[in-house]
């Protein structure tokens, strides 16, 4: 059973840039899978941010696309966000999840979370 | 603002039925037949609970359905019990600029 899990600093300035990992166990994150990142403000719904495949094809919001990086490290079976000049605005619980490839297929697979809180 | 819109909460006793709408727009949920539910408790992670607007992932009980019909989708929630009390996020694909865009979420209280 795949598991995802999520790591970061917890705090960030604002201006600065964020920087997410998720560490894949039970699968390879070269498998034909996309891996992608959602995001929920306290108290409030889901956003999704983007999605990647191991190959390099890549998916964005495009309300987030020019802030946005994504990354795949497959020695270490993880996969990154870097998220730019932060606001308080991106104050929220950030989820890796997984997804099937081949069509647009739901987030079956869901890390625990990690809250990364913008203040300064 | 959410791009698919939900009613904020909804509620029901024991053993009756619930049903959560999710609304969108000719170039989502209109569009395509890959409309997600996701059940979340607080502080967990959402769990994938109805895909492709109509199917149910193993370990999913059969109480849960999903629906179409043009723009609105639907979660329908039968025979509930006090363990489906959570909230409940609709999403959508929205083609190849957009992609995915969700509800913002619905709090289901059982009575």
């Known amino acids: 059973q795949v598991q995802l899990q999520e790591s970061g600093p917890g705090l960030v300035k604002p201006s600065e840039t964020l920087s997410l990992t998720c560490t894949v166990s039970g699968d390879s994150i070269s498998s034909n899978y996309y891996w992608g990142w959602i995001r929920q403000p306290p108290g409030k719904g889901l956003e999704w941010i983007a999605s990647?495949?191991?190959?390099?094809?890549?998916y964005c919001n495009p309300s987030l696309k020019s802030r946005v990086t994504i990354s795949v490290d497959t020695s270490k079976n993880q996969f990154s966000l870097k998220l730019t000049s932060v606001t308080a605005a991106d104050t929220a619980v950030y989820y890796c999840?997984?997804?099937?490839?081949?069509?647009?297929?739901?987030?079956?697979?869901w890390g625990q979370g990690t809250l990364l809180t913008v203040s300064s | 603002q959410s791009a698919l819109t939900q009613p904020r909460s909804v509620s029901g006793s024991p053993g009756q039925s619930v049903t959560i709408s999710c609304t969108g727009t000719?170039?989502?949920?209109?569009?395509?037949?890959?409309v997600s539910w996701y059940q979340q408790y607080p502080g967990k992670a959402p769990k994938l609970m109805i895909y492709d607007v109509t199917k149910r992932p193993s370990g999913v009980p059969d109480r849960f359905s999903g629906s179409k019909s043009g723009n609105t989708a639907s979660l329908t929630i039968s025979g509930l019990q006090a363990e489906d009390e959570a909230d409940y996020y609709c999403c959508s694909y929205a083609g190849i600029y957009t992609f995915w865009v969700f509800g913002g979420g619905t709090k289901l209280t059982v009575l």
């Open positions: 000719s170039s989502d949920v209109g569009a395509y037949n890959y």
């Open positions: 999840a997984r997804r099937e490839s081949g069509r647009p297929a739901p987030l079956q697979h």
């Open positions: 990647m495949h191991h190959s390099g094809n890549t």
